[in-house]
């Protein structure tokens, strides 16, 4: 016979009161559990001025390669890369097992002969590339994308962010071993009292006090790099309240006052100055960056008070404004009343390992006067091998 369930089972009335007694506890003890995670668990956003260290995900053991360990140069392209000769010849002069390269340009675009003068760069551009506004948190996340890409490699340990501009300024065996001696990261990071690019709404995940300023043109130790792709804290917060205001453009009408009156924040020049001190890692940081930029201050005035960094020309790159960089010893933060004597290892040496923006013009005269290597005329005839 089919078991119907008793009609009348002396006490059902006694189990259902029981079961909801059970829910209304157990609820109880859920919102009590919650409120006791919110007040003490150690990653209470609330408190977060400083960041406990991020779970390193199931990543390669760093030190398990063979092999020398590897420069990642990682070039952030708008398309291809011009000054591409100067490199190749620069890296003609290294060991291949050195070095690695990974290229972030717009997507689609491909590294091969028909758009690169180097082999090195031939199919380096990463596949995952994202649409990039300068300015915009599109920018970091473009860098932290060559970042995690670079990380994949464990030979990688020392990872050097460079423009589409960027030039050497020296050989690859002194680049080399001037990264390699030191076992901290170059990122230029400082305080300014007048900026006001903090948004009061980034409280209180990022404090003021932590807010920091500083040139996007970093060089990062490996568990730094995984420092900024782990990040999942900080960013969101730039991505919502760091945008660049766009320059006036009356055509827009009232679209035009909206977006002035949007809050100007140059991410780039803020998240990985700012996620490092908000990490405690300030310590482990020589706080300067190693790539040269003029400033052309005149311009300063005239276009939302930022400075332009100034192009060399052909004529600009002499031998004599080469060295003059390159004797670069000291660099002086006025706003923290700060001078930075450069080091590597705690040995004084010259600030600058690199330099923007060169033209065409200014990096075959560097390529001439043998600044990244021995001078080949073959190298100018558009074919490095
Ligand atoms: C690289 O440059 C350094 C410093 O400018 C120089 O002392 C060294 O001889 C150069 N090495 C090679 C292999 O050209
Ligand atoms: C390549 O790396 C090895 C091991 O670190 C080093 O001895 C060598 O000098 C490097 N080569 C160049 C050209 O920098
Ligand atoms: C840093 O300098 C110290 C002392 O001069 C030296 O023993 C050490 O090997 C250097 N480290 C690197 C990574 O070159
Ligand atoms: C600096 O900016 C001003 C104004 O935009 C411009 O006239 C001048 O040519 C610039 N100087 C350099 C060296 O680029």
Redesign the pocket.
Known sequence: MVKKAPATVPGRHHVIWFGWKLVIFLSVALCFFALFRLHFSPDDISSPSSLSRPRLRSRISPDNFHG??KIAFLFLARLNLPLDFLWGSFLE???V??FSIYIHSKPGFVFDESTSRSPFFYDRQLTNSIEVIWGESSMIEAERLLLATALEDPANQRFVLLSDSCVPLYN??YI??YL?ASSKSFVDSFLDPKDERYHPKMSPVIPKEKWRKGSQWISLIRSHAEVLVDDEVVLPVFKKFCKRRPPVDTSKGKLNQKLQKQHNCIPDEHYVQTLFAMSELEGELERRTLTYTLWNQSAAKMDNKAWHPVTFNYADATPKRIKEIKDINHVYYESEFRTEWCKTNSTSVSCFLFARKFSGGAAMRLLSQGVVGPFEVTTLLGNTR
């Open positions: 020398p360990p002069n290294a060991d097992a050195n690859f065996s080399y071993g390699m």
